[in-house]
């Protein structure tokens, strides 16, 4: 069964950070690009970044980047996002999700939601000013 579970998500001031953690099971992690997604209330649903585990490229969307930050670790089959100097509008419900088929590159993504095959739960970022 495929799983991704995120956590890390809460409460914090504007200019705090957070750790958000996304656990994958149930597939080969090295083969699956992982995607940051999140929704605001009332708002589209927008990619924030995405890695390769294969080989560890990242793309980072210009509304954080030089503020978030994504990794993997391929032996706990873990994707980190980490978010610094947050910001009110940063608020939202972040989601992980799994493309088994899509390479994670540097200025294109996959940034499309039909482009993952599988979703977490999701987990709430609130940011108090």
């Known amino acids: 069964e495929v799983q991704l579970v995120e956590s890390g998500g809460g409460l914090v001031q504007a200019g705090g950070s957070l750790r958000l953690s996304c656990v994958a099971s149930g597939f080969t992690f090295e083969d699956t690009a992982i995607g940051w997604f999140r929704q605001a209330p009332g708002k589209h649903r927008e990619v924030i970044s995405c890695v390769s585990n294969d080989d560890g490229s990242t793309y980072v969307a210009d509304s954080v980047q030089g503020r978030f930050t994504i990794s993997s670790d391929n032996a706990k089959n873990t994707v980190y996002l980490q978010m610094n100097s947050l910001k009110p509008e940063d608020s939202a419900v972040y989601y992980c999700?799994?493309?088994?088929?899509?390479?994670?590159?540097?200025?294109?993504?996959?940034?499309?939601?039909?482009?993952?095959?599988?979703w977490g739960q999701g987990t709430q970022v609130t940011v108090s000013s």
């Open positions: 999700a799994a493309s088994l088929k899509l390479h994670c590159y540097r200025k294109v993504g996959p940034k499309e939601q039909e482009d993952y095959d599988y």
